[in-house]
């Protein structure tokens, strides 16, 4: 009796040893093949065709591997999420020595056809990585995955921008009465995000929709994952802006610089030139906008190079009034108006040197004229024998040897003498009051260039503080709102 006790323990002990041991195979065998009809993966896992499958699907961003703004694409590192229920693979866990989950091929059942609609890449969506199964028929698809979608780039606010670049996943054969696609949250998990160097992940969004198309008489159920990104912009900053607007303030200088120096043309056009190929390294770095839209720092660009060739310009005319001194030529009325009554005035510049240069001409040219007309005059006065009594009573006194005719004749070569100077004196007064003349007509030039200079100077350092501000402050949305 005892003997038959003990055989009974033993076969029921390597029965419970075999059963620990072979759970997990008799557990597939049960699901996969015992069960009658057999366990088709192409089959959706439903028992009544009218059911619907929900799927819950989830993507986890872990990286920005590339984003190229030319081809307007984003190649995105994700985790990848999914659950449903499988209503074929469920089991009872005590028939199986409590085993409550199975990890099996991914292959071997059925998965939800869901891909990303707006894809730009031929990859494979049947991952190889195995599936984790519940006894209840919940399925777990965990997988890292790397989309490369399509993303359309708004670079008005280039480089102060903020994309969103969306992910929309779907059904591509089953439509929403038969695959459901949902989301348990309404935000997506960002903590995991590894920064990019010049992308930061600040939000992912999460919207379920029902599309219709014409293609098929039933909505599909879409997921769209929308991944608000901002461009990191200090390398932009300090290699793009900065020199730029360090460049464009020099147009400043080509005012301040005396226009007589010889330089002022040599420095402006020099400046022009270094923006111009400075903008060409710019355009160069900035992605080509296909759908219209243009940065507003590229308008800032256009309009500081139309100011520095406003510059040149600027430059060429004050120039010109500069070097009219040399043609003694007036001034034209309409002109002198304008420079001496209004540029003046602007300038805060309300008396100009000429006016203190004109009144000293007009000075030594009445000394001039006065000393002329005293020697007419004396020349008049020996010819009208008005001084001969006393010459003649001086000369006699003095040289009592000499006869009136002699004296005569000597105050006749004096008379002609003083004229020829008188002559000379007035030929030299004229001379001289053309050459002040001339003087005065160039200096008055000379003054209205460095009027027109000082007002230049003026605007062009209003120009190069308020554009900047204007544009850079716009750039980075504060007079408008990001789309």
């Known amino acids: ?178 695959v459901d696609i949902q989301s348990r949250v309404e935000e997506g998990e960002i903590m995991s995000y590894q920064p990019n160097g010049e992308w930061d992940l600040i939000g992912c969004d999460i919207k379920r929709d029902e599309n219709s198309y014409s293609c098929c008489p039933n909505k599909y159920s879409t997921l769209t994952f929308s991944l608000i990104v901002k461009r990191n912009s200090d390398f932009y900053i300090y290699n793009l802006i900065l020199p730029y607007l360090m460049i464009s303030l020099l147009s400043i200088f080509v005012f301040y610089l005396p226009p007589d120096s010889g330089e002022k043309m040599t420095l402006s056009i020099t400046v022009m030139l270094s923006l111009v190929v400075f903008n060409q390294l710019v355009f160069a770095s900035i992605p080509p906008a296909s759908d219209g839209t243009f940065p507003i720092i590229g308008k800032y660009f256009i309009v500081m190079i139309a100011m520095v060739a406003l510059s040149v310009i600027m430059s060429v005319v004050s120039l010109h009034i500069f070097h009219q001194q040399s043609s003694f030529e007036k001034m034209p009325t309409w002109l002198r108006k304008f420079i001496f009554s209004f540029l003046a005035r602007v300038v805060c510049n309300f008396s100009s040197p000429s006016q203190m240069n004109t009144r000293h001409i007009d000075y030594q040219q009445s000394l001039l004229r006065k000393e002329t007309l005293d020697l007419e005059e004396l020349a008049n006065g020996y010819h009208s024998g008005e001084n001969e009594s006393l010459l003649d009573s001086t000369y006699v006194s003095n040289n009592t040897y000499q006869t009136q005719s002699c004296f005569r004749k000597e105050v006749w070569k004096v008379e002609k003498e003083i004229r020829k100077i008188a002559k000379s004196l007035e030929f030299l007064t004229l001379r001289k009051r053309q050459k002040e003349k001339d003087l005065s007509v160039a200096e008055e030039w000379k003054d209205g260039a460095a009027i027109v200079d000082r007002t230049l100077l003026l605007i062009f350092v209003t120009v190069n503080t308020v554009f900047p501000l204007f544009f850079i402050l716009a750039a980075m949305g504060l007079f408008f709102e990001e789309a």
């Open 1 to 178: 009796m005892m003997e038959e006790l003990w055989m009974v323990y033993i076969v029921v002990l390597f029965h419970s040893y075999g059963s620990v041991f072979s759970n997990p195979y008799a557990l597939v065998n049960e699901l996969f093949e015992a069960r009658s009809p057999k366990y088709n993966p192409i089959v959706r896992p439903v028992v009544s065709d009218n059911s619907t499958v929900t799927v819950f699907h989830e993507i986890v961003p872990r990286h920005m591997a590339n984003f190229d703004e030319v081809k307007q694409q984003v190649t995105i590192v994700a985790w990848l999420r999914q659950s449903w229920k499988d209503e074929f693979l469920t089991w009872d866990p005590d028939d199986f020595n409590g085993t409550n989950i199975l990890r099996i091929p991914s292959q071997r059942i059925w998965r939800p056809d869901i891909v990303l609609y707006n894809s730009v890449s031929d990859d494979n969506y049947r991952s190889p990585l195995p599936i984790t199964v519940l006894s209840d028929g919940t399925v777990t698809y965990l997988t890292p995955y790397i989309y490369t979608c399509y993303c359309k780039v708004d670079l008005t606010f280039y480089p102060f921008d903020t994309q969103s670049c969306k992910l929309k996943f779907g059904s591509w054969a089953h439509d929403a009465l038969q």
